[in-house]
């Protein structure tokens, strides 16, 4: 088995019972604006191009990612990218969090209000007339969750949005949005470190035809072999502020990694093609019901990850790499305790 990824397509896999036809990898484009420190813009435009040419087609983005930054610089992509490969992306986008002008996060708004506002930005920003996938990032806790997805149906309706999305809400809320409207999917974390969604929120998306995208399945890199204990993080860059990546956390955490570089490695691939792997393992068992999304800012990182797609994982091999890497064995919070506050997931 080998650590490249030879040019084929991308398999597809619907999102839920309601939701498109996607490809079975999705490219975050977060870090081409934010919290990762700088990023080189031909760089990143090139990546997207390179996971159109291979067949991706989710490309998901929050209209804060950059205040803006990230929604034009995907329009820019897709401007420039073949008219086939431009047909075929789909636009996955997060709206709802309030930022100042420095960078900081004030809260969410899930107003109905609000909505259409924010849709009509990322619309105009986006250089399109529909966003295919539309979720408010995180609940707002003043705003009963059934009015903001209501707010997105009429959006729906009058053919400025194709499909409702949801991101890092409990078990709970997903079942009072899902009786307003269709639900394609919940945007929530799911890595081999982070497993709180298989308590109580995967099989309720599963009892309800929900698909999962899931974010941070590297762990906003902690996971993914290329992260080093003795690294000197940008400003700016989140992970200077994330639990996970502090002190004695950060190296009980990389010594779990180390454990997984010796299942890769007598494999033939690399630690982020077996994390990504058990992803998707997890959603086969299923019905391939979850598509990871891989925040690859390089085409070099995006070659990597379309590798995971020729890994397979026998039971013997998901059993070693759970063993490995135990439910729970991460050192520290996922984020820091005022953004967790946020999540309606974790509640």
């Known amino acids: 088995m080998t650590t490249t990824h030879t040019p084929a397509p991308v398999p597809s896999r619907p999102l839920g019972t309601t939701g498109p036809a996607v490809s079975a990898l999705g490219l975050g484009c977060m870090g081409m604006s934010?919290?990762?420190?700088?990023?080189?813009?031909?760089?990143?435009?090139?990546?997207?191009?390179?996971?159109?040419?291979?067949?991706?087609?989710?490309?998901?983005?929050?209209?804060?990612?950059?205040m803006g930054h990230n929604e034009l610089l995907i329009a820019e992509a897709l401007r420039s990218a073949p008219a086939a490969a431009r047909e075929q992306a789909l636009t996955s986008v997060k709206f709802g969090a309030l930022r100042t002008v420095e960078g900081g996060f004030t809260g969410y708004d899930g107003r109905?209000?609000?909505?259409?506002?924010?849709?009509?930005?990322s619309l105009q920003r986006l250089g399109t007339d529909h966003i295919d996938i539309y979720r408010i990032a995180r609940v707002d806790p003043d705003v009963p969750i059934e009015e903001t997805v209501g707010a997105i149906a009429e959006l729906v309706e009058a053919g400025h949005v194709r499909h409702i999305g949801l991101s890092e809400v409990g078990a709970d809320?997903?079942?009072r949005a899902a009786a307003v409207a269709p639900i394609a999917d919940l945007q929530i974390e799911y890595s081999l470190i982070s497993r709180s969604i298989e308590e109580k929120i995967l099989p309720a998306a599963r009892e309800l035809g929900i698909g999962i995208t899931a974010y941070?399945?590297?762990s906003r890199g902690l996971?993914?072999?290329?992260?080093?204990?003795?690294?000197?993080?940008?400003?700016?860059?989140?992970?200077g502020?994330?639990?996970?990546?502090?002190?004695?956390?950060?190296?009980?955490?990389?010594?779990?990694?180390?454990?997984?570089?010796?299942?890769?490695?007598?494999?033939?691939?690399?630690?982020?093609?077996?994390?990504?792997?058990?992803?998707?393992?997890?959603?086969?068992?299923?019905?391939?019901?979850?598509?990871?999304?891989?925040?690859?800012?390089r085409r070099d990182r995006l070659a990597e990850a379309l590798g995971a797609l020729?890994?397979?994982?026998?039971?013997?091999?998901?059993?070693?790499i759970e063993e490995a890497v135990p439910a729970g064995a991460a050192a520290g919070e996922r984020y820091p305790a005022a953004q967790m506050a946020h999540l309606d997931s974790e509640h």
């Open 173 to 175: 809320t997903l079942r």
């Open 216 to 218: 941070g399945v590297l």
């Open 34 to 66: 934010a919290l990762y420190g700088e990023s080189d813009r031909a760089e990143s435009i090139a990546t997207i191009h390179a996971a159109l040419d291979a067949g991706v087609t989710l490309l998901d983005t929050g209209d804060f990612y950059g």
């Open 112 to 121: 109905p209000a609000a909505v259409r506002n924010f849709a009509a930005y």
């Open 310 to 320: 020729d890994v397979t994982l026998d039971a013997a091999d998901l059993a070693a």
């Open 223 to 239: 996971i993914s072999g290329h992260f080093t204990r003795d690294r000197e993080l940008a400003p700016g860059d989140f992970r």
């Open 241 to 297: 502020m994330s639990p996970r990546f502090q002190g004695d956390n950060l190296h009980r955490n990389l010594d779990l990694v180390d454990r997984l570089r010796a299942l890769a490695e007598a494999k033939g691939v690399t630690v982020a093609q077996t994390a990504i792997a058990w992803v998707l393992a997890q959603g086969e068992r299923q019905g391939a019901d979850i598509v990871p999304l891989v925040g690859a800012r």
